[in-house]
């Protein structure tokens, strides 16, 4: 029996199950404290080791940023925003409670696994996953490995020059004045369009803006990785117009520089939507959990 969490800021996804399409049992709970939190999750698990049998690996598929270097500090939640959590160990802690090896990675690793294997870009050695949601994320798989680096990709805080006419919009990332996260999340949409990115129509101007920052970002995931596709999932994408705008853009924006969405199929085959949707996280679980595995680089 193989575990598998997806650890978000509001909620904790746990499953057990034969693989990511064999789910025997779930749960979701709620994220408050670490100790609550990780209480919960490991009762889970101890239940379903009494009731299934033994559990083989977990997968972990988290919020971030994470220490994922091989060191004593694997598995460790770095200095987040949430509240409490800076420095909570889940390798150690689920180690330890559930008496199981932890695989983990980002939430949107996990995503570009999973949409890789058995997803929107199945086959794929070398895809890109952009989450675009309340913070915007890029998971990256290189030569069929999951990209790292001594953290691991933090593309959506990249420098973007402004869209014309949103010179004065001042960013909503507390880091930096000119980042994709600051200007193109769902909460950068509300602040510029004073309404939220949810009731925003598909014909305002604010979707020219957004589809500007996120071919940005796809053009430099382009000249960086050179990916058989970049999938473009997370709350904001559910205006479904929204991403033919950045295909587009991408396409004026890369100038026919790089043959790659010509390699693809084209512009529609090159920047999709997930297959997976809300489940990619825990999917992707599933499967670091499958591999069995310390994620990370070095
Ligand atoms: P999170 O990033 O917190 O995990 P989501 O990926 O669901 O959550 O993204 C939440 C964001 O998506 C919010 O900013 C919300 O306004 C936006 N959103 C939700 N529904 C829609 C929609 N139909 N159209 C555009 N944006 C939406
Ligand atoms: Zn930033």
Known sequence: MLAAIEAGGTKFICAVGGAHDDIWAQKTIPTSTPDETLSACARFFQDAQVRFGVITGLGIASFGPLDLT??????????TPKSGWAGTNFAHYFGHQVG????????VNAAVLAEARVGAARGARDAVYIT????????????????????????????????HGDEKFESQCPY?????????????IAMRASMPASILPSDHLAWQAEAYYLAQLCRTITLA????????????????SLIGKVR???????????????RSGGMERYIVEPALGKISGLVGAFLL?????????R
């Open 176 to 188: 930096h004045s000119d980042c994709v996260e600051g200007l193109a999340s769902g909460p950068a």
């Open 70 to 79: 091989r060191s004593a500090t694997y598995g460790s939640l770095l200095a």
């Open 248 to 262: 587009r853009e991408a396409e004026r924006l890369i100038a026919g520089y790089v043959p790659v969405a010509t």
């Open 132 to 163: 675009v949601g309340t913070g915007i994320g890029v998971g990256v798989m290189s030569g069929g490995q999951l990209l790292h680096g001594t953290l691991h990709p933090e593309l959506g805080h990249m420098p973007v020059p402004r869209a």
């Open 289 to 297: 959990a499958q591999q069995n595995k310390p994620t990370g680089g």
């Open 100 to 107: 199981v090896r932890v695989a983990l990675d980002t939430d």
């Open 225 to 240: 990785y050179a990916p058989e596709r970049i999938i473009i999932g997370g709350g904001v994408m559910a205006q479904k």
